[in-house]
């Protein structure tokens, strides 16, 4: 049996190098139930751009991260929860708050099928993460 570590690692690097930078050019467009995160990098202070699957519901996004505090999306917001979001072709900003005493497996089960099939079997650390989105949707 695979390390969570060794996982988190393999799982990282197929993101980091395949996944996200084909999906980062559809989400939200051709990719029901996906998003484009844009976070403030931690150290350079540069637009971080991510995509991510989850669902709005009124004026919050929620999502769960596979990795929690391990991805490097999540210690973004832990230094900046400002944030910009990509539905579709519009743009939002929002506040985005770490929600660890969630129940992300139930959590999942309200979010679209595919991406939490994926979050479930490549995850290591699962924390929900909701996105509270500004009333008027301007950064």
Do not use: Q
């Not at 971080?48 to 999540?74: E, K, M, N, Q």
């Not at 743009?91 to 992300?104: F, I, V």
């Amino acid at each position: 049996m695979t390390s969570p570590r060794a996982k988190r690692r393999v799982v990282t690097w197929c993101h980091r190098y395949v996944v996200n930078p084909v999906t980062r050019h559809l989400a939200g467009r051709l990719m029901p139930g996906t998003a484009l995160l844009e976070t403030t990098g931690r150290r350079t202070g540069h637009a971080r751009r991510t995509p991510i699957g989850g669902r709005r519901v009124d004026d919050s996004f929620w999502l769960v991260s596979d990795h929690g505090t391990d991805s490097a999306y999540v210690l973004n917001i832990v230094a900046n929860p400002r944030v910009r979001l990509r539905v579709g072709a519009r743009w939002h900003a929002g506040t985005a708050h770490l929600l660890p005493a969630d129940d992300s497996r139930a959590r999942l089960r309200e979010l679209p099928r595919f991406n939490s099939m994926m979050v479930r079997a490549l995850g290591t650390n699962l924390l929900t993460i909701r996105i509270d989105l500004d009333p008027t949707g301007k950064p």
